[in-house]
């Protein structure tokens, strides 16, 4: 059974405080890319993790993830969305921030990259555990007139030490003249 997570915007490098006292991360960086067989674009999904060392995050670990749609330089009309974000792992742990106790997932939406973030994240599973995001409107690329669209930074802390897994990108991408192609891409990550 599906269990929603509480999402929190956030500034940088506020949410960083809750790892470091300094408010600042050095993360330790993963990326993994997609080309649809059927548009000139690129799907980059990044993963990056950093261990905490304040006293409320002590052998606990940040995760936090972007998802970066790149035109390679297309001239024909083309459509790449992303609306979905699935991880291999289970729930995040809870994180008090501002004035809430009950937070699982943030978004960096000021002081960082991006234009959109997940509107909705959900965690299942009791053996094979997984995390989902959701974007609604999904992260969308028009070519040529875009030449890159981005989400924002978004994350969430557990006391699972990094490991590579594969991920789930789902969309669809979409020649102007043709009907969208859905995909599902298995994609590497870092996740507790």
């Not at 990108?169 to 020649?175: D, H, K, M, P, Y």
Request: net charge negative; glycine share 8%; charged share 15%.
């Amino acid at each position: 059974m599906a269990q929603s997570l509480q999402i929190l915007s956030a500034n940088a490098p506020g949410i960083y405080c809750r790892f470091s006292p300094n408010c600042s991360v050095t993360p330790v960086e993963q990326s993994d890319s997609f080309t649809p067989t059927n548009v000139a674009a690129t799907c980059v999904l990044q993963s990056r993790s950093f261990s905490g060392n304040t006293m409320d995050s002590k052998d606990r670990y940040g995760y936090e993830y972007r998802i970066i749609l790149n035109s390679a330089g297309a001239t024909e009309t083309n459509v790449l969305t992303v609306d979905s974000l699935t991880l291999d792992c289970g729930a995040p742990d809870y994180f008090s921030f501002g004035l809430h106790a009950s937070n699982q997932v943030w978004v960096v939406s000021t002081g960082g990259p991006g234009d959109v973030g997940p509107s909705s994240a959900e965690s299942e599973g009791d053996v094979a555990k997984k995390t989902t995001f959701y974007f609604s409107p999904p992260v969308t690329l028009t070519t040529p007139a875009d030449q890159s669209s981005d989400t924002y930074y978004f994350g969430m802390m557990s006391d699972g030490a990094p490991r590579i897994t594969t991920a789930i990108l789902s969309g669809t991408a979409q020649e102007l003249s043709n009907a969208p192609v859905g995909f599902k891409a298995l994609l590497q990550a870092q996740t507790p």
